[in-house]
């Protein structure tokens, strides 16, 4: 049979590119993808580059506050969003240009438009076209969840904060995510009185305990009004625009915008899917194996799709072993170990490797920790705190995770995931001679346990 493409991707974010582009410039496949919405996908345009933009903005306002205390005549007048914003679409558009550009100079052909499976071997364009691909790539990536009795009620997801003409007075943040966290610590320094409000015991689930404890207690300390153990058990869209919030706690107060992070589902709606007979996860994600294939054989997803690693670099490594394997002659799995990550509340919080709660599920553990006031904010008379901490196999002495709250955490982590994919253990960490005066010193400082066993 004869084909349009060797290759079709559905989906313009950052796995689904790459994969495109190695195939088209070094497996010499020929290329084709379609992304409905804007190239660069949920990273580039509503995700890891406008927050991390929104990030740098909010910490200013504490710069100016600490730059007073180290001698200098700085007045702070206000944050001007509508500037901002400005500037931040300036830079959104350049980078969706240079996805296009980077893609179409390999020879991969772009349609800016939806594309859905007919087939195991063909896509249907929004405009009828039929197309046939020898592989169909599925890289649509994750979409912000809306439980279904708030849905349709005006609130705003992570989508759409990007996209407010000014910002709100007050906001109500449901969720205790990383997205939920990172979007109330953004808000709070520009000015936005934020409660965030999350139904478990605890903010970030799945991260090691004192990181979570200490990102809590420095959100709460900054001015966030933290509510765990508490969900939302009603919405009301008042008359003047804003919303009235009932909680399971018999509360009920009116916020001006209120923002769900109540998670994300892979982007899966529609797309013809189970027409195509590709089986999928009970979620909604794209069940695949260890090479991103599919059941059907000439259909691979890889991304936020496969709801394996929700980041993208990883996708970003899947994409390019996908093309490696089916069209460079160099079998290639994505390595899902020890991947690292990072959360940008204020401080951040990075993590590699283990919790110290599953760590302890495998065997005995020594935990070293230390916590301590930096210098550069206790000079300005600051309080906030950081927190370094190694969880350590007491058998064999490997450091089996690393927790960071600091500023800079995000930077730290990704060298300490360097020794941790190397195996080092503590006692490689301890022959390394500390960088002073850091905060990153303490890391190779730590001489005894705080826990054992």
């Given at each position: 049979?004869t084909?349009?493409?060797?290759?079709?991707v559905?989906?313009?974010?950052?796995?689904?590119?790459?994969?495109?582009r190695?195939?088209?410039?070094?497996?010499?496949?020929?290329v084709?993808?379609?992304?409905?919405?804007?190239?660069?996908?949920?990273?580039?345009?509503?995700?890891?580059?406008?927050?991390?933009?929104?990030?740098?903005?909010?910490?200013?306002?504490?710069?100016?506050?600490?730059?007073?205390?180290?001698?200098?005549?700085?007045?702070?007048?206000?944050?001007?969003?509508?500037?901002?914003?400005?500037?931040?679409?300036?830079?959104?558009?350049?980078?969706?240009?240079?996805?296009?550009?980077?893609?179409?100079?390999?020879?991969?052909?772009?349609?800016?438009?939806?594309?859905?499976?007919?087939?195991?071997?063909?896509?249907?364009?929004?405009?009828?076209?039929?197309?046939?691909?020898?592989?169909?790539?599925i890289?649509?990536?994750?979409?912000?969840?809306?439980p279904?009795?708030?849905?349709?009620?005006?609130?705003?997801?992570?989508?759409?904060?990007?996209?407010?003409?000014?910002?709100?007075?007050?906001?109500?943040?449901?969720?205790?995510?990383?997205?939920a966290?990172?979007?109330?610590?953004?808000?709070?320094?520009?000015?936005?009185?934020?409660?965030?409000?999350?139904?478990?015991?605890?903010?970030?689930?799945?991260?090691?305990?004192?990181?979570?404890?200490?990102?809590?207690?420095?959100?709460?300390?900054?001015?966030?009004?933290?509510?765990?153990?508490?969900d939302?058990?009603?919405?009301?869209?008042?008359?003047?625009?804003?919303?009235?919030?009932?909680?399971?706690?018999?509360?009920?107060?009116?916020?001006?915008?209120?923002?769900?992070?109540?998670?994300?589902?892979?982007?899966?709606?529609?797309?013809?899917?189970?027409?195509?007979?590709?089986?999928?996860?009970?979620n909604?994600?794209?069940?695949v194996?260890?090479?991103?294939?599919?059941?059907?054989?000439?259909?691979?997803?890889?991304?936020?799709?496969?709801?394996?690693?929700?980041?993208?670099?990883?996708?970003?490594?899947?994409?390019?072993?996908?093309?490696?394997?089916?069209?460079?002659?160099?079998?290639?799995?994505?390595?899902h170990?020890?991947v690292a990550?990072?959360?940008?509340?204020?401080?951040?919080?990075?993590?590699?490797?283990?919790?110290?709660?599953?760590?302890?599920?495998?065997?005995?553990?020594?935990?070293?920790?230390?916590?301590?006031?930096?210098?550069?904010?206790?000079?300005?008379?600051?309080?906030?705190?950081?927190?370094?901490?190694?969880?350590?196999c007491?058998?064999?002495?490997?450091?089996?995770?690393?927790?960071?709250?600091a500023p800079?955490?995000?930077?730290?982590?990704?060298?300490?995931?360097?020794?941790?994919?190397?195996?080092?253990?503590?006692?490689?960490?301890?022959r390394?001679?500390?960088?002073?005066?850091t905060?990153?010193?303490e890391i190779?400082?730590?001489?005894?346990?705080?826990?054992?066993?």
């Open positions: 049979m084909f349009d493409y060797d290759l079709f559905i989906g313009g974010g950052s796995g689904g590119v790459r994969a495109a190695i195939a088209a410039s070094e497996g010499g496949a020929r084709a993808m379609a992304e409905e919405y804007r190239m660069g996908g949920t990273c580039v345009i509503r995700g890891c580059v406008p927050k991390k933009l929104m990030v740098f903005a909010a910490g200013h306002g504490a710069t100016l506050e600490e730059a007073r205390a180290y001698g200098w005549q700085v007045e702070a007048t206000g944050f001007d969003w509508r500037a901002f914003r400005a500037k931040l679409d300036a830079e959104l558009t350049r980078l969706e240009g240079a996805y296009t550009r980077n893609a179409e100079n390999a020879g991969v052909e772009i349609f800016h438009q939806r594309a859905t499976l007919a087939d195991p071997h063909t896509v249907l364009l929004a405009d009828g076209r039929r197309l046939t691909a020898r592989h169909i790539l890289a649509t990536g994750g979409t912000p969840f809306v279904p009795e708030f849905d349709g009620q005006g609130a705003m997801t992570s989508n759409e904060v990007f996209l407010m003409d000014e910002l709100p007075g007050t906001m109500l943040i449901i969720g205790g995510g990383f997205i966290c990172e979007f109330a610590c953004v808000l709070q320094g520009l000015g936005v009185a934020v409660t965030q409000m999350y139904r478990g015991a605890q903010i970030l689930r799945g991260f090691d305990d004192d990181l979570r404890h200490t990102v809590a207690a420095e959100m709460g300390a900054q001015g966030v009004t933290l509510e765990v153990g508490t939302l058990v009603s919405l009301e869209r008042l008359p003047d625009g804003r919303y009235a919030a009932s909680d399971t706690n018999g509360g009920r107060r009116e916020f001006d915008r209120v923002l769900f992070a109540t998670g994300r589902v892979a982007n899966t709606g529609g797309l013809g899917l189970e027409a195509a007979g590709v089986a999928l996860q009970e909604g994600a794209v069940k194996d260890g090479w991103s294939q599919t059941n059907i054989p000439s259909i691979y997803a890889v991304g936020d799709v496969t709801d394996r690693i929700q980041l993208t670099p990883v996708a970003i490594r899947e994409g390019h072993a996908f093309a490696d394997t089916v069209f460079g002659g160099k079998p290639t799995q994505a390595d170990a020890l990550s990072a959360v940008f509340t204020r401080p951040e919080a990075a993590t590699v490797g283990l919790t110290e709660e599953e760590a302890r599920r495998e065997g005995p553990v020594k935990i070293f920790m230390t916590s301590f006031r930096p210098m550069q904010t206790a000079f300005a008379g600051g309080t906030s705190k950081v927190m370094m901490k190694l969880v350590v007491a058998a064999s002495d490997r450091v089996l995770g690393c927790h960071i709250v800079g955490a995000a930077e730290m982590i990704q060298f300490a995931a360097v020794a941790l994919k190397m195996g080092a253990t503590k006692a490689d960490f301890d390394v001679v500390a960088v002073h005066p905060m990153a010193e190779v400082l730590l001489r005894k346990p705080v826990r054992e066993g």
